[in-house]
């Protein structure tokens, strides 16, 4: 059952990040660090492992002050995220013991 869970995905931020990805085509930088209230250099650090991982893909635009930063679920991304899901409700609910 543990076996299911994935550790790129576990920590709480990176699986935070992964839902809100999961319910949007892309998201910008702002937006995710906004929403889940860490700094810059934390989303980084963690949205970096996400992409290593292939489980998010990057797109940068302009350069300086009107930069944007935006990110996506790859497909490898989105079938880990329903995985790790599936494997946490399995946990969650338990053994059924007879």
């Keep these: 059952m543990i076996d299911g869970l994935d550790p790129a995905?576990?920590?709480?931020?990176?699986?935070?990040?992964?839902?809100?990805?999961?319910?949007?085509?892309s998201v910008s930088?702002?937006?995710?660090?906004?929403?889940?209230?860490i700094s810059d250099s934390d989303l980084s650090k963690h949205m970096s492992a996400l992409e290593q991982a292939g489980y998010v893909s990057v797109h940068k635009s302009g350069r300086g002050r009107?930069?944007?930063?935006?990110?996506?679920?790859t497909a490898q991304g989105r079938t880990a995220y329903s995985a790790h899901r599936d494997a946490l409700r399995a946990l969650l609910d338990g053994p059924h013991v007879v």
């Design 9 to 25: 995905i576990h920590t709480p931020k990176r699986l935070a990040a992964m839902a809100v990805l999961a319910n949007a085509p």
């Design 29 to 37: 930088f702002r937006f995710l660090k906004d929403f889940m209230q």
């Design 66 to 73: 009107g930069a944007t930063t935006t990110f996506a679920l």
